[in-house]
């Protein structure tokens, strides 16, 4: 089956500094990819859609400008958690598929801010 | 939009118990699947179901579209069943629903 990946695994990062996150599809191509984040013992909440070639699509009440989405290719979708409080942390996980009913999940990033 | 509720929220059962865990949506969706997310985060795809039924071993799945529900049946439980047990509708994106917690014991 289709492949997600996501690098890193976890990171730790001080308040105040910036870190990205990348997502790729291993074995096919996605002109959509989809990044969530989930809080500890919480649901997922869907934040945004990244689209290759064009801006991505942030659910409402997402920071556009906290959370920067890249979709360089057709295989990589970046988020940049930019200035990161404490309250930024949390596991982000990113999906891809080849239609929206048939996603494939990366997992996850967890991020840790000091 | 679109909620999705699991009941129960929490459920600890002894090995080699059965259970049904349960999913209701508040409107009409074409598409639903259930996930199951393990200790270290991962989703793993369970079904993909949009209405009938659907068996995969010891688990099983059962949407009733019409009247907005999805049931998820387990069987025979194990420890490796631990976990949160998600389900999702799908539109064009995906709305998952508050989960299930899921703690087996040996």
């Known amino acids: 089956g289709a492949v997600v990946s996501q690098h890193p695994s976890w990171v730790i990062c001080k308040s105040g500094t910036s870190v990205k996150i990348e997502c790729r599809s291993l074995d096919f191509q996605a002109t959509t990819m989809f990044w969530y984040r989930q809080f500890p013992k919480q649901s997922l909440m869907l934040m945004a859609t990244s689209n290759e070639g064009s801006k991505a699509t942030y659910e409402q009440g997402v920071e556009k400008d906290k959370f920067l989405i890249n979709h360089a290719s057709l295989t990589l979708s970046t988020l940049t958690v930019t200035s990161a409080h404490p309250e930024d942390s949390s596991f982000y996980i990113c999906?891809?598929?080849?239609?929206?009913?048939?996603?494939?999940f990366g997992p996850g990033t967890r991020l840790t801010v000091t | 939009g679109i909620q999705v509720e699991q009941s129960p929220p929490d459920l600890i059962l002894q090995e080699g118990a059965n259970s049904t865990l349960r999913c209701n949506f508040s409107?009409?969706?074409?598409?639903l699947q259930w996930f199951h997310q393990n200790p270290w985060g991962q989703l793993i795809n369970l079904f993909y179901i949009p209405s009938g039924t659907k068996q995969n071993g010891r688990l099983s799945a059962t949407t009733v579209a019409t009247e907005r529900y999805s049931l998820l049946y387990i069987s025979s439980s194990q420890t490796t069943d631990s976990g949160v047990y998600f389900c999702?509708?799908?539109?064009?994106?995906?709305?998952f629903g508050t989960g299930t917690r899921l703690k087996v014991l040996a």
């Open positions: 999702a509708v799908i539109t064009y994106k995906y709305i």
């Open positions: 999906s891809a598929g080849l239609r929206p009913g048939e996603q494939y």
């Open positions: 409107d009409s969706v074409n598409n």
